[in-house]
């Protein structure tokens, strides 16, 4: 098996411990001391996954190496606890405190340890086999559609959700800074039930099919109805040099018929709307080709430049759709426009942003969905 892929499933392993000591400790706050182990109140947890056969001498090996820092640990703080969590493929789930014969067995040729300080560590320590994967996944998708009245599809997503929040935690905070290295249930709580703040990393639903994951994440986040809000909605899309107008082209086409409301007379001026589009990385040339086809096809296009050469309008983009002017989408060129948009918005706004490799740093207080997608292409299949 590719040792990337098995490597890949060891970390989602941690984070599904992780999230399962968050949800079934619901007071406290775990702090995150690497991606490998976590610690709250008097406990330090290990947690290790071994999907590969092991002869028992392997597996000696792979529990020895995170053991023995669990005991330096211990030494420096006799007062915690120590847990070593983990799944070698082969041993059944179970959970076992050591004798000091059991772990010298382990140490082998380690001498550095003395007796008594053998004694006390094993009163503090307990290994914990584990299930596999796929249970403690389950186990996982169970405790958020119970916490959170979720159906297995909506839990599907908000596992990613929760999985890229506890990630952001340990990238963007070094180990000095343990500080930071927290969270907590209620810290998640807040991310679920507010809903304005959400992450979605595609390799956190490696377990669902990607139709799936597609058709779960359009049902959440993208479903219209007759009585949609008109409210500013603006996607953010990033897109690679080589990427065929064409294609950009068929996502502006399904934005207009699925998120704008400016098509019959009736409808009264309040309650039209319309999408802003921010194709993020596009070539200019490839931009105004765009524009150029969807112009050609009867189009109009308001991208609040009214002249060549002009400068930014912002009040020229923020035009009110119309029965009249016939707008069904408007474009964002760059991205110091968007900043600009967002200042001034004068309904509430909703950002939308689709990336393939790093979102884009935008500071925004209200609703702002991201989502990773392997290939632009995936994007028609979710809005």
Known sequence: MDGAYIALRGYKFQFDRTILELFNNSTKTIEIEQLQDYGYDDYLVQVKYHNTDYTPAEQKQKIK????????????????????????????????????????SILGKIKKFSEADKLDFIKCFTIIYADDFENQYKEVIQKIKSSYSKTDEEAEIYYSVISSHLLEIVIKNPPAVSSKRKTSKSEIDKIILNGKKLIFKSAYVEMVAKEKQLKNLNKLFFKTSLNTEPHERIFIIEVKAAVEVKLLKEIVLILKTKWSKNKTKTIPDTDR???????????????????????????????????????????????????????????????????????????????????????????????????????????????
Not at 83 to 102: M, Q
Not at 298 to 321: L, Q, T
């Open 65 to 104: 190496k995170p053991l023995v820092l669990l005991f330096e640990q211990f030494l420096k703080n006799r007062k915690k606890r120590f847990i070593l969590f983990i799944y070698l493929k082969g041993i059944a789930s179970s959970k076992n405190t050591l004798s000091v014969s059991e772990l010298d």
């Open 273 to 383: 709307f319309v999408p802003y589009i921010f194709f993020n990385g596009i070539l200019e040339n490839d931009l105004v080709r765009l524009k150029s086809d969807l112009q050609k096809d009867g189009y109009v296009i308001n991208d609040g430049y009214d002249f060549m050469n002009a400068p930014f309008n912002i009040n020229s983009i923020k035009k009110r759709p119309t029965f009249t002017n016939s707008l069904f989408f408007k474009f964002i060129n760059k991205h110091q426009d968007l900043v600009k948009l967002l200042n001034n918005l004068d309904r509430t706004g909703e950002i939308f942003q689709f990336f393939i490799g790093t979102p884009s740093p935008i500071l925004f207080v209200g609703k702002h969905i991201e989502i990773e997608v392997k290939e632009i292409e995936d994007i028609k299949n979710i809005i």
